[in-house]
């Protein structure tokens, strides 16, 4: 029985007293709560004070991304060293965004995914396609290179604590999520080619996220298909209510 998994991604949002506030809030809410896995990914800057108020509780803390090298002449850049340093036990890596806006490939993800598991910083992986993509029946083969691509190299030891987010990138902060049905066709491929690249055990295992315009409406519908495990949610973990509701009806 895979544990539902839960991760806000506050994207470029919240300056440090409003991740504050929406940690309080996030906090009091869900304080009790263990029917899922419950990951915050603030941006940077609010890494350490998030931490500081979820140290006493089974919230976790992720970021959103990382550079390969654990330190040196790399301005500007944030090593798994430092994340873990700051509390993170996730990572998110090779989100749409940073593949469209910072030229992220599967090559520079397949290194960034290595340095995160070298330290024992889970990376929650990203992958999805575009409109043109879906539209041109290559989802699943979009898929399966951005798989192939993202985990080269590594072997079933090192992706323990691993996760998967499905991400459609016309479903990214459109308000336009993808059906259950077809959320399920992708899930359903991942967990396949886990089985055949790694094993069926392994894959059996791991948690297999759903993200794109999640809402407290639809996680409901998402989650009862068979290999939906949760959700990264974007936009609606910007706010207290709407993220705290999508954990609740997400079990
Ligand atoms: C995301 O940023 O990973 C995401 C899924 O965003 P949204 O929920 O806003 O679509």
Same mark, same amino acid.
């Given at each position: 029985?895979?544990? #539902?998994?839960?991760?806000?991604?506050?994207?470029?949002?919240?300056?440090?007293?409003?991740?504050?506030?929406?940690?309080?809030?996030?906090?009091?809410?869900?304080?009790?709560?263990? &029917?899922?896995?419950?990951?915050?990914? %603030? #941006?940077?800057?609010?890494?350490? %004070?998030?931490?500081?108020?979820?140290?006493?509780?089974?919230?976790?803390?992720?970021?959103?991304?990382?550079?390969?090298? &654990?330190?040196? @002449?790399? +301005?500007?850049?944030?090593?798994?060293?430092?994340?873990?340093?700051?509390?993170?036990?996730?990572?998110?890596?090779?989100?749409?965004?940073?593949?469209?806006?910072?030229?992220? +490939?599967?090559?520079?993800?397949?290194?960034?995914?290595?340095?995160? !598991?070298?330290?024992?910083?889970?990376?929650?992986?990203?992958?999805?396609? +575009?409109?043109?993509?879906?539209?041109?029946?290559?989802?699943?083969?979009?898929? &399966?290179?951005? !798989?192939?691509?993202?985990?080269?190299?590594?072997?079933?030891?090192?992706?323990?604590?691993?996760?998967?987010?499905?991400? %459609?990138?016309?479903?990214?902060?459109?308000?336009?999520?993808?059906? #259950?049905?077809?959320?399920?066709?992708?899930?359903?491929?991942?967990?396949?080619? !886990?089985?055949?690249?790694?094993?069926?055990?392994?894959?059996?295992?791991?948690?297999?996220?759903?993200?794109?315009?999640? &809402? #407290?409406?639809?996680?409901?519908?998402?989650?009862?298909?068979?290999?939906?495990?949760?959700?990264?949610?974007?936009?609606?973990?910007?706010?207290?209510?709407?993220?705290?509701?999508?954990?609740?009806? @997400?079990?």
């Amino acid at each position: 029985m895979r544990k #539902p998994f839960i991760a806000g991604n506050w994207k470029m949002y919240k300056t440090i007293n409003e991740a504050i506030a929406l940690t309080n809030g996030v906090k009091r809410e869900l304080l009790d709560f263990d &029917k899922a896995d419950i990951v915050l990914c %603030p #941006p940077f800057t609010a890494l350490s %004070p998030v931490y500081e108020l979820l140290m006493e509780t089974e919230i976790k803390l992720g970021a959103q991304n990382l550079y390969w090298e &654990k330190e040196g @002449a790399f +301005t500007g850049e944030v090593s798994c060293v430092m994340l873990k340093d700051a509390g993170c036990e996730f990572v998110i890596l090779g989100h749409s965004e940073r593949r469209k806006y910072f030229a992220e +490939t599967d090559e520079s993800i397949n290194k960034k995914i290595k340095s995160s !598991l070298a330290i024992g910083l889970n990376p929650i992986c990203c992958v999805g396609e +575009t409109l043109q993509e879906r539209e041109a029946e290559k989802t699943i083969e979009v898929i &399966k290179t951005q !798989l192939t691509g993202c985990f080269k190299d590594l072997k079933i030891e090192d992706l323990l604590g691993t996760v998967v987010a499905y991400e %459609p990138v016309w479903a990214i902060g459109t308000g336009k999520n993808a059906t #259950p049905a077809q959320a399920q066709e992708v899930h359903k491929f991942i967990r396949g080619w !886990l089985t055949e690249n790694f094993s069926s055990g392994f894959a059996d295992n791991i948690r297999i996220l759903y993200g794109g315009s999640v &809402k #407290p409406a639809n996680i409901k519908e998402l989650m009862k298909e068979a290999d939906v495990d949760g959700a990264l949610v974007g936009g609606a973990s910007l706010e207290i209510a709407s993220f705290t509701q999508i954990v609740k009806n @997400a079990v």
